[in-house]
């Protein structure tokens, strides 16, 4: 059955330190997509960013970083120098084909990250 | 383009009461979600529909009804609500082309005393 696990329940860092948050995924699937959503304390969710199954590849974005490793099944995200603003929960998600042939979204419990002043 | 907003924002409800949440979409998305968001639980999917006059059940579909008369809405029923259906409730919208990625509501926040 697909899962998402985000283990971390809290974290608290000092502002500019370096957070990772972590993300374990379960599919039977072998063309997934993994996401990564921010909420922050406003409520709304605002998508990071999407990675299919066959791109493996790192990407950064300014001091976002995603680390994707399929034999893990990873989807690893780190903020460096993490700023009062990015203190939110952050979601981790999975996408997959159902037996129909729809797509549907396995959410995380979420990591809620606090970076204090 | 105001992509995909839901109605209301905020609801107080009595238990036993009904009420009928709307989701409104002007992308010309063929799917659309209901989610609903718990402390400590994530999303989880309620019905979906794959298109106008097609709907589906979810993961927790029991006390709720929906219907997807009109492509653009997606509305979601409570027909008597309980305690255990305080919640955020989450919209969402995809493209049949890349329905693997959907787009969110602000979410409506409901209490039922």
């Known amino acids: 059955a697909q899962k998402v696990t985000q283990a971390q329940t809290e974290i608290s860092v000092v502002e500019k330190e370096d957070v990772t948050l972590d993300c374990v995924y379960e599919t039977r699937d072998t063309t997934y997509y993994l996401f990564w959503y921010k909420q922050p304390p406003s409520g709304e969710l605002v998508f990071l960013i999407r990675?299919?199954?066959?791109?493996?590849q790192n990407e950064i974005s300014g001091r976002y970083s995603w680390n994707f490793q399929k034999s893990t099944s990873s989807f690893n995200f780190t903020i460096t120098a993490s700023q009062v603003v990015d203190s939110a929960v952050y979601f981790c998600?999975?996408?997959?084909?159902?037996?129909?042939?729809?797509?549907?979204?396995?959410f995380g419990t979420g990591t809620r990250l606090k970076v204090l002043a | 383009n105001a992509g995909v907003t839901q109605t209301p924002k905020f609801r107080v409800l009595k238990t036993g009461q009904s009420m009928t949440l709307l989701c409104a979409q002007d992308?010309?998305?063929?799917?659309m979600y209901w989610y609903r968001q718990d402390p400590g639980m994530g999303l989880r999917l309620i019905h979906y529909s794959v298109g106008e006059g097609t709907t589906a059940k979810g993961e927790v579909p029991d006390g709720y009804n929906v219907s997807r008369l009109k492509k653009q809405n997606f509305l979601l029923g409570l027909e008597s609500a309980a305690p255990s259906q305080t919640s955020v409730y989450f919209c969402?919208?995809?493209?049949?082309?890349?329905?693997?990625?959907?787009?969110f509501g602000p979410g409506t926040r409901l209490l039922v005393l």
């Open positions: 990675r299919n199954s066959f791109d493996e």
């Open positions: 992308m010309n998305h063929e799917y």
């Open positions: 998600a999975l996408s997959d084909a159902t037996t129909s042939g729809t797509y549907k979204y396995i």
């Open positions: 969402a919208s995809s493209y049949i082309q890349t329905q693997e990625t959907q787009y």
